[in-house]
């Protein structure tokens, strides 16, 4: 069993729990349900730097990244910078994120929020919502096409953007639907954990041009990013690098300066 897998068996029980402790017409009336939601892709398609900036603490490849800075500072920062959006991890067990760092990140930003979680269940999306997500991620690697499809379109009920995530061809093609926004290429190996660029590259040709592309994981350089928008690409996720150091938001601040020179 790899990490994955052992990430999806226990987010099943997860999720089993919450159910039990918090019924949906709670997630339903909360004040943020009926907030208007604001698009990743659509701010993506109409910036120059296409950034989406990871609040991260931790993650099963690199344990401890920053356990220092408060969410608050670090949405801040982000925004500041003028990053297009912020990627919050909600995943407690492997990456030492929650929902309240969503609610924190909303409390003290107007730009999009990515609800970066492992999501196999509808009642995720409902959370998403409830804590003032804009954005969820699909991950093809764990998901079959109907439940991709199911999944996105309630998320689209819901008024929130998809970013769907492959790692190689096969997850692409079984991917490609209507009710997507964004198609994330993640260039992390999951068996391997080794990071190239060159899947982006690879699989950049094969993605219709009705979806935003994303480049994920890996990023860490201006040239990285100026070689993947020759491809097609928008968007950029970028986690660790900003996170590594002590103030995330003034690396960001740093960084998307000098992209646009």
């Known amino acids: 069993m790899n990490i994955l897998d052992k990430i999806i068996a226990d987010k099943y029980k997860e999720v089993e729990l919450k159910k039990s402790l918090i019924p ?63 990627s919050v991890l909600s995943d407690g067990k492997y990456f030492g994120g929650s929902l309240e760092d969503l609610l924190l990140a909303r409390a003290t930003v107007q730009m999009p929020l990515l609800r970066k979680e492992f999501i196999i269940d509808e009642y995720q999306l409902l959370e998403a919502k409830a804590h003032g997500a804009d954005v969820i991620l699909l991950i093809a690697a764990v998901l079959s096409r109907d439940e991709i499809k199911s999944l996105s379109q309630f998320a689209k009920s819901l008024s929130l953007d998809v970013l769907l995530e492959v790692h190689n061809q096969g997850e692409l093609q079984k991917s490609i639907m209507p009710s997507l926004d964004m198609l994330g290429v993640n260039n992390r190996n999951l068996k391997t954990f080794e990071v190239s660029t060159d899947i982006s590259k690879t699989l950049s040709t094969q993605i219709p041009d009705d979806f935003v592309k994303v480049s994920e994981s890996g990023i860490s350089s201006i040239e990285a990013i100026k070689d993947l928008k020759q491809y097609g690409y928008k968007g950029f996720l970028i986690g660790e690098n900003f996170m590594k150091t002590e103030n995330p938001g003034a690396s960001a601040v740093e960084f998307i300066k000098d992209l646009k020179k």
Request: proline share 2%; glycine share 6%; hydrophobic share 35%.
């Open 24 to 86: 949906i017409k709670q997630l339903e009336n909360s004040v943020l349900f009926d907030r208007q939601t604001n698009s990743l892709a659509k701010a993506l398609q109409n910036s120059d730097t296409g950034i989406i900036a990871e609040h991260k603490r931790r993650s099963p490849s690199k344990s401890v990244i920053n356990q220092k800075v408060s969410v608050q500072d670090v949405a801040d920062g982000y925004q500041n910078a003028g990053a297009c959006g912020m």
